[in-house]
């Protein structure tokens, strides 16, 4: 079992900035990589970024790249995702998720956080 405990949402204005952070406890030796996915109302959680364990093999959303930047920091089980020109369309509960060696390949993530509320106003 892993337990993620997300941290860091809020209201910001749009234009603004947000860091979330994800801390891992639990089985994360098995962990083969960590994302950020997000869910707004009406709407299908979708994916935002992943990092594998090691801190490379970084993926993200077309509708974040070059906006969001994902990080590790492995010695605190910690990822965070670095929110930035954020738009009201970012809006949405952000989910931190981790991924087993089992599903490595696959688009399943075995843990999940319980989220945390980014709402940007515009």
């Known amino acids: 079992q892993v337990y993620l405990t997300e941290s860091g949402g809020g209201l910001v204005q749009t234009g603004g900035s947000l860091t979330l952070s994800c801390a891992a406890s639990?089985?994360?030796?098995?962990?083969?990589?960590m994302g950020w996915f997000r869910q707004a109302p009406g709407k299908e959680r979708e994916f935002v970024a992943s990092?594998?364990?090691?801190?490379?093999?970084?993926k993200y959303a077309d509708s974040v790249k070059g906006r969001f930047a994902i990080f590790r920091d492995s010695a605190e089980n910690t990822i965070y995702l670095q929110m930035n020109s954020l738009e009201p369309d970012d809006s949405g509960v952000y989910y931190c998720?981790?991924?087993?060696?089992?599903?490595?390949?696959?688009?399943?993530?075995?843990?999940w956080g319980q989220g945390t509320q980014v709402t940007v106003s515009s």
């Open positions: 639990g089985a994360t030796r098995n962990s083969y990589a």
């Open positions: 990092v594998h364990w090691t801190g490379s093999r970084i």
């Open positions: 998720a981790d991924q087993q060696a089992g599903s490595a390949g696959t688009e399943k993530f075995d843990y």
